[in-house]
């Protein structure tokens, strides 16, 4: 079945330091990519797709590239901001379920000033 | 628009208690869902359906009910609540019938049973 696989965090960051998420897959077929963000007390946000192989999702300075070679798609940003402290969850849609989402145990980000 | 709504915010329930958590979406949506979140495994899919009338179950379904009379709507049944129910449920919508479409997701329930 499919299974995600993202790196355990709390990942505690300085404000301006580079951020990597790792986020790896396993699935059957051809999987979109997703990163989704959840502020405290709220519900899960879109933050990136990419929907095929070499694609590159990009939004608010994050980026991430679709590699099936690794099968991975690991969250990158340049230089974080105490708002983006949350929690990231990686995850991935396929052909089963409805196309419904898989979603990997997520990240937490905290962000020092 | 509302986008997705969830009601209530909070529920405490004794074992053996029953109840519904209500999920409401006003963009027109034919795909809904229940997740469940808990620390350390992400959401995780109890039930889904692709259109009024049609539902199926997701990756743990059992000690749920659910059923799509209308498009808007998609109440999640617990029938007999027991402690390992205890969770953040999370009710979701997406427009198209491809797996590249946006989620949409509700601000959550957060349940304890006792």
């Known amino acids: 079945g499919n299974s995600v696989t993202q790196m355990e965090g709390p990942v505690t960051l300085s404000e301006e330091a580079f951020l990597t998420i790792n986020c790896t897959y396993t699935a059957t077929g051809y999987p979109s990519l997703f990163w989704y963000v959840q502020y405290p007390g709220e519900g899960l946000q879109l933050l990136l797709k990419a929907t095929k192989a070499d694609d590159k999702g990009s939004n608010k300075g994050f980026e991430a590239t679709y590699r099936k070679e690794t099968t991975s798609f690991h969250l990158e940003k340049g230089s974080v901001q105490v708002s983006d402290s949350a929690v990231y969850f990686c995850a991935l849609s396929s052909n089963n379920a409805g196309n419904m989402l898989t979603f990997g145990g997520g990240t937490r980000l905290m962000v020092k000033p | 628009n509302a986008g997705v709504t969830q009601t209530p915010k909070f529920q405490v329930l004794k074992t053996g208690q029953s109840m519904t958590l209500q999920c409401a979406q006003d963009?027109?949506?034919?795909?809904m869902s229940w997740y469940r979140q808990d620390p350390g495994m992400g959401l995780r899919l109890i039930h889904y359906s692709v259109g009024a009338g049609i539902t199926d179950q997701g990756e743990v379904p059992n000690g749920y009910n659910v059923s799509r009379s209308t498009t808007e709507d998609f109440p999640l049944r617990l029938l007999s609540a027991a402690p390992s129910q205890t969770s953040v449920y999370f009710c979701a919508s997406r427009a198209t019938s491809g797996g590249y479409g946006e989620q949409f997701f509700g601000p959550g329930t957060r349940l304890t049973v006792l």
């Open positions: 963009m027109n949506h034919e795909y």
